[in-house]
């Protein structure tokens, strides 16, 4: 075999291992995620460290339990390592919605939902409670200390 030869088969089987690391890195799914993105520029308290494998694996939590589509219905076939969106994609208006003045008609709940933070909130705290509820215990955090750790000064 000549020399370049061997060199074209040596560049194609490292460019593979690049190829095949680079899909196998975009679809991991990282232990504990971070909870920051471009809706917390304004963010008072720290953002959240959200452990997504204890979520999996200890708590038994569904996919669609956080992950829905356009519709809100669960996606429930997903697998670990499936990409989906990011929430801020399509609840797009960062931080919580404005408190109606008075006289003022208040804010439907989709007109809530738009709303990056409610969004998080919600879906958050009402799994909580229902874990709650479930076990009898107040071992689900709902309140805002209990997620969010105090900011760094």
């Not at 020399?3 to 460019?15: D, E, N, P, S, Y």
């Not at 991991?28 to 008072?44: P, Q």
């Not at 697998?79 to 960062?94: F, L, R, W």
């Amino acid at each position: 075999m000549s020399k370049r030869f061997l060199l074209i088969i040596a560049v194609v089987g490292i460019a593979s291992m690049f190829f095949a690391s680079s899909i196998y890195a975009g679809t991991t799914i990282a232990d504990v995620v971070n909870m920051e993105n471009k809706a917390y520029a304004k963010h008072k308290k720290g953002l959240v460290q959200f452990s997504h494998k204890k979520h999996a694996e200890e708590y038994k939590a569904g996919c669609g339990e956080c992950h829905h589509d356009a519709d809100n219905k669960p996606l429930n076939d997903l697998k670990m390592g499936d990409e989906v969106q990011n929430c801020i994609e399509c609840h797009t208006k960062a931080g919580r919605p404005p408190r109606a003045k008075k006289g003022e008609p208040k804010l439907s709940m989709k007109e809530k939902m738009a709303y990056h933070a409610y969004a998080i909130h919600v879906n958050c705290k009402d799994c909580h409670k229902v874990a709650n509820k479930k076990s009898g215990t107040k071992s689900a955090p709902t309140s805002c200390a209990k997620c969010h750790p105090k900011k760094k000064k």
